[in-house]
């Protein structure tokens, strides 16, 4: 299983002009060699380096760094084939897919740029490293990390780290390759019902509401809209400080809530039965009041950790359909739309059980994420006559 870990560089004030001018040079070459795949639409990397290589060994680039400029070139050029084969931009004539053909990829000044062995070692036991240049080769750079993030680059580091520069400030991206613990057999299953009230809640009883989340968002949607309104330098500068500071935060709540559910799954050796939610805000049709709440639910993100920390616990996980998951009683599997009376309650129409809508639903998804489960165990051939 792949994940990504990220260190914070601490350069001298030298050493930080140097990876400046380094990230703006390979990013102008690269745009360049942009350009030439956009205009002669070279097929192959192979064939790219004839037209290209010179150019950028004489404008500084080493030999390895002219390669990997060029190689992220061509896997920009392929990501964005297959996003026009998968139709992620747009059916064929649409607006948004005909822009993404009409004009060479171009990179931002301080876009990432991929470092392999040659270009950058790393000493972990005294926290540097080494990096290639167009000053030269920087030695003894400082950075930092958690003892956890240090400990995962140590031991599964693969592949080549991606150097990035954000508000000023330096980050080496790396990928990690950890392995996947082996599932057990689980003796039940928890259900995660996802919302935008509450974030997450559990067949177990654990509930983690937005109302606290919620009003943070507000607050800071409120003081950027206050902030713009002036239009000072310091309004500006402000504003600069405080970018990305909500999405840090919403990013650390969702790591809480997947690390809370699955260290319950793993206690009680239960697997984890979680909601496919795909393509929900392409079906929902809102007002403009009611359309920040639902662009602003990071369920897929939260999905996401939920996955990659069940499958290095060994947790099992599925994921079922949520249709109806929402007015289906859980004691006796009757489903009407009248039985969820309003956000919060449900009361069965059938057999009269009375019980949180959230709560309600997380049952729901347990027992068909048990019914998945046993369907993917049950075998298929045929029987031998």
Known sequence: MKIVTQVKLMPEAEQAAALSATLRTVNDLACWVSEVVF???????????????????????????????????????????????????????????????????????????????????????????????????????????????????????????????????????ATCEVFEAEPYEPDSFIGVDLGIVNIATTSTGYQAAERQLNRYRKRQLALRAKLQKKRTKSAKRRLKERSRREQRHVKNTDHIIAKTIVTEAERTSAGISLEELKGIRQRVRLCKPQRVAPHSWAFAQLGEFIVYKAKRAGVPLVFVDPACSSRECAECGHTDRLNRISQAAFVCRSCGIVAHADRNASHVLARRGEHAWTAGRESRVPATP
């Open 39 to 173: 205009a002669h639409g070279v097929p192959r990397e192979y064939e790219l380096r004839k037209h290209t290589y010179p150019r950028l060994t004489a404008e500084g680039l080493g030999a390895q760094a002219a390669q990997n400029t060029i190689k992220k070139v061509r896997d920009a050029y392929t990501t964005l084939k297959a996003n026009i084969r998968a139709g992620n931009l747009g059916k064929e004539g649409s607006k948004r897919r005909r822009k993404a053909q009409s004009k060479p990829i171009t990179f931002r000044p301080e876009a990432a740029q991929p470092y392999d062995d040659r270009c950058l070692s790393c000493q972990y036991d005294q926290q540097t490293v080494s990096i290639w240049t167009t000053s030269g080769r920087l030695k003894k750079v400082r950075f930092s990390c958690s003892a956890d993030a240090l400990k995962v680059l140590r031991q599964y580091r693969k592949g080549e780290p991606d150097l990035i520069e954000r508000d000023g400030v330096f980050y080496l991206i």
